[in-house]
């Protein structure tokens, strides 16, 4: 899956070397911000991290191993934070924050975004992990109060059934008014079985295949399906 981050002056004045934290998913996981530190995002597995895909010129990015990263800008009294912030992580897996700086002035409506990739977990099928970010940034000689938009889901729903469907019927020799008991599974769906009763209404015997190419069934009665 893919997670995009864009960052916009929405504001009338420019604004000053915006920086942008991500904590990903896991379990047990928080805001990123100090406002939201102790509000559950409420993921339900962990996302393991894959790589940068895109990033606008400009922007830096940096990785921690930590859940928990020092990130002053938005949590300045984080109690237990690591600060092992790294433009060349060891292993992109161990990754579990993310730190964007953008150096330069963003005026009104001026944006950035950064794009990467993470893997879920196999057996993880209609679960949900959740992502957000804190940022903040300088106007003049002051830092605005830091922004954490609201969280946003990934999740991996369970792939498409397409069941087959085979039958086993009582007897291939019957006559008219004879019943039927036809045994159904339903294959790739919890292998479903069932029975259907019929009873057979026709003109001639069903066992004299020698007449039934001459047989007309226009006007016979047709008997109920029972499940």
Partial sequence: GEFTVTWRN??????DDPVVYDILPFVGDTGVSGGQSSVPRGSQFQVTFAGITFTDSGVTVEYSDSNNPCRPEV??????CVNDWTSTPDDLADVRSLRFVANGTYETADEFQVRFEVTLPVGEVNTIAWNSTAG???AGSSQLLPAEPPKVGITAPAAPVVPTLSTQVSSDDLDPGDSIHDTITVG?????TGTADWVLYGPV???NATNCDSASWSG??????IL
């Fill in 205 to 207: 015997d069903v066992g």
């Fill in 220 to 225: 016979a009665p047709v008997a109920d399906q």
């Fill in 10 to 15: 929405t504001g009338t004045d420019d604004l």
């Fill in 136 to 138: 903040t940034a300088t």
């Fill in 75 to 80: 949590y300045p009294s984080n109690p237990g």
């Fill in 188 to 192: 790739d769906a919890g292998n479903l």
